[in-house]
């Protein structure tokens, strides 16, 4: 099973970014899926989450109104869009199959001036 992200880079405060996960070994379907970040010396942190029936979502506090976690089974993939990053927002982002033990190697997103 793997899971590889892309799409983090260098961006300015108020711009944005959209994070893929492409999955592959694994058929998300039906899965919950969500995403992390991590800053060095803090825990990982939910981020975002997708259920797998239906589509719901839920959201870390801070990111609501700013962040769309979003799926695509056919591709097998998730997405992150992130609108007006701040610099609070800069971590290593992953993604993750809820429940399971894989996680990809991350994305490395920098909001800074």
């Known amino acids: 099973v793997q899971l590889v992200e892309s799409g983090g880079g260098l961006v300015q405060p108020g711009g944005s970014l959209r994070l893929s996960c492409a999955v592959s070994?694994?058929?998300?379907?039906?899965?919950?899926m969500s995403w992390y970040r991590q800053v060095p010396g803090k825990e990982r942190e939910l981020v975002a989450g997708i259920t797998g029936r239906d589509g719901r979502t839920n959201y870390l506090d801070s990111v609501k109104d700013r962040f769309a976690i979003s799926r695509d089974d056919a591709k097998n993939t998730v997405l992150l869009q992130m609108n007006n990053l701040r610099p609070e927002d800069t971590a290593m982002y992953y993604c993750?199959?809820?429940?399971?033990?894989?996680w990809g190697q991350g994305t490395q997103v920098t909001v800074s001036s």
């Open positions: 993750h199959i809820t429940g399971y033990i894989y």
């Open positions: 070994g694994f058929t998300i379907s039906g899965y919950y």
